[in-house]
């Protein structure tokens, strides 16, 4: 997650792609569409930020493992909710399922994975306070 200033409720705050080899596919996107990738160390290995040109940070490219290693090789969207738990029990009255439960981002927040009824997979994201 990027840092800076609190992002919109409802918005997209960041977008993750999860996979078996991370850093293959960060040469892929950096030869692609020209991102640049910066390690982000994980406790024993690194996943991906993916920077533009002008250094922001647009992306991850993360490997499959730790708290990702349930997710199928996507790109996942982070959405900006303003009550984490209560947006999850929302999702869930509705008809979505849990795929991974609350955890945290460190200093940037928390979240968790959510199924949409229809099957899509995205994240809820809450912005530390």
């Not at 596919?25 to 991906?48: C, H, K």
């Not at 927040?109 to 009824?117: E, H, L, Q």
Request: hydrophobic share 40%; glycine share 10%; charged share 20%.
């Amino acid at each position: 997650m990027t840092q800076g200033s609190k992002p919109t409720v409802g918005s997209i705050a960041w977008t993750d792609l999860t996979v078996a080899d991370a850093q293959r596919l960060r040469e892929f996107y950096a030869s692609v569409v020209g991102w640049q990738p910066e390690p982000v160390d994980m406790g024993g290995y690194s996943d991906f930020s993916m920077n533009a040109s002008d250094g922001t940070a647009t992306a991850g490219v993360c490997h499959a493992r730790g708290s990702n290693a349930d997710l199928p090789a996507q790109w996942l969207i982070y959405i900006v909710v303003a009550d984490l738990e209560q947006s999850l029990a929302r999702s869930t009255d509705l008809g979505g399922e849990m795929v991974t439960p609350p955890r945290s981002l460190g200093a940037s927040g928390r979240c968790c994975v959510i199924r949409d009824p229809a099957g899509a997979e995205a994240a809820l994201y809450q912005p530390s306070r």
